[in-house]
């Protein structure tokens, strides 16, 4: 019978056990987490008023309550006070590393270290209530915002920003930072890319909920549009329908509202400006196709105010000590899912999710992916299966210091967020510290 360990219990995590045990009708599989809460970004990284996407951890818990499957929450494998990689090796016959891709990347520009500069990352994280995450006082003071990069993280977090509190209260959102977004003060965002709206990278779903904002107007400014060079007829499906999208607000009236979101192209940020020690504007280079599908620079600038600046460039993944790791890619180099090491398979190791293919693609994509992983460790088992490993590795892993949150811990902090929100008069509400999570998972 083989033993495995699956560290990190986001999709890809939960795709690889739920692959393992449709596969072997005898494998165990741990799940382990750094986190007492399962399921990764689908938990710490949609946004909360995505609901729909958010009831996705109710597949992923029927994976996670499976009689052969176990979830250890609050176990971080590698980095300083975790779990070294080669202890955890020696305990399980093979362990498939799923551990995500967790920080952004950055812009390189001056003044990005400002005062009132942000990885979307941090700003995602403080509303999705990650225990890692500060209250880093975002919004303060903040009149206009600036979104830096045109995915759907971009999107997620300018939506958020105008976000009212009648739209969020029915949300998990975390108290402070529903407080905090409902108080706030700000009117304009402006999110901005440095190439045409051809190649932005939002998916027209993402893009269209944007113009049904309660109390938000949506503009886009028809000569940015008209530089872009691509034909929509030409356009595969998805950039032309974002292109018609875009079309039908810039050729929209301008109406009174509230807040203002606007959508901005040809544009590179080359510099953060400061004033009184806090960013207050975004240089800008404006762009210009270059003809071969990418842009050039006119050497003509535009300053564009903000007290607040979101950064939305990507995620990147980061090393693991005791694993190997690609610095260019920001991935564990791997073939068919199997770690390289100097170029070969080493046995028992495995990645999947985004820390082996890099950070893209939907919540959907990380299951064929963990699927082609399970499918190698399947053909590797009869060897691995020879090792010796301890009949039950929690023994060993309480013998090395390590006290598991258990599926009872997890399933404890449910019930204190459901509690919490009953207080609040509101729905569940999410903990959002660590003392306040690991309090309520040791509740009996
Ligand atoms: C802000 C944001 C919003 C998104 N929204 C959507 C959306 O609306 N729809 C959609 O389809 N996709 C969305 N995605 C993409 C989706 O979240 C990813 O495809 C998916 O989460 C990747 O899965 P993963 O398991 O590889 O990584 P993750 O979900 O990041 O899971 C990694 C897990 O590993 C754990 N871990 C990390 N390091 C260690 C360690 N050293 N020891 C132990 N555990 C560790 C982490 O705590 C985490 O639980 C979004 C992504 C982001 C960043």
Avoid at 283 to 299: C, H, N, S, W
Wanted: hydrophobic fraction near 40%.
């Amino acid at each position: 019978m083989l033993r495995v360990a699956v560290v990190g219990s986001g999709p890809s995590g939960c795709y690889t056990a739920q692959s393992l045990i449709q596969r072997d009708p005898e494998v165990h599989v741990d799940v382990l987490d750094r986190l007492p809460c399962p399921y990764g970004l689908v938990r710490y990284g949609v946004a909360p008023d995505h609901e729909k996407i958010k009831s996705l951890q109710g597949s992923l818990r029927t994976v996670l309550e499976h009689e052969r499957v176990r979830f250890l929450g609050g176990v971080r494998v590698g980095g300083p006070g975790g779990l070294p990689v080669e202890h955890l090796r020696g305990l399980y016959h093979a362990v498939v590393y799923c551990v995500g891709a967790a920080t952004d990347r950055r812009l390189g520009i001056p003044g990005e270290e400002l005062p009132g500069s942000w990885s979307a990352t941090e700003f995602v994280s403080w509303y999705s209530a990650h225990p890692d995450a500060a209250d880093a006082g975002f919004l303060r003071g903040v009149r206009s915002a600036v979104v830096i990069g045109v995915g759907n993280v971009a999107v997620d977090v300018t939506r958020m920003l105008v976000r009212g509190a009648a739209e969020l209260r029915p949300t998990d959102i975390p108290q402070a930072a529903l407080d905090t977004l409902a108080a706030s003060g700000l009117t304009e965002v402006q999110m901005a890319g440095r190439r045409g709206p051809a190649q932005a990278r939002f998916t027209t779903k993402e893009l269209r909920e944007l113009g049904g904002l309660p109390g938000t107007e949506v503009t886009v400014d028809p000569a940015e549009l008209a530089l872009d060079p691509a034909d929509p007829g030409a356009l595969p499906a998805g950039p032309r329908r974002n292109v018609e999208v875009l079309r039908d607000w810039a050729a929209r009236p301008a109406t009174p509202a509230a807040r203002r979101i606007r959508l901005r192209f040809f544009l590179r940020p080359v510099e953060l400006l400061a004033e009184g020690g806090r960013v207050a504007a975004v240089r800008f280079e404006r762009t210009a196709p270059d003809g071969a599908g990418g842009v050039t620079g006119t050497g003509r600038y535009e300053d564009v105010p903000a007290q607040l600046v979101l950064r939305s460039v990507g995620y990147r993944g980061v090393p693991l000590e005791g694993l190997p790791f690609d610095p260019a890619s920001g991935t564990i180099p791997h073939r068919e899912g199997r770690v390289l090491r100097d170029g070969v398979p080493s046995p028992g190791e495995y990645v999947a999710g985004w820390i082996k293919r890099g950070p893209t693609g939907v919540i959907g994509t990380n299951r064929p992916c963990a699927k082609e992983t399970v499918t190698s460790l399947l053909a590797d088992a009869p060897a691995l299966g020879r090792a010796d490993v301890p009949a039950d590795p929690v023994e060993a892993l309480r013998a090395a210091g390590v006290a598991p949150v258990s599926w009872d811990g997890w399933l404890a902090i449910e019930r204190a967020e459901a509690e919490l929100g009953a207080r609040l008069g509101r729905g569940v509400v999410k903990l959002a510290d660590w003392d306040t999570l690991l309090g309520a998972a040791r509740v009996p």
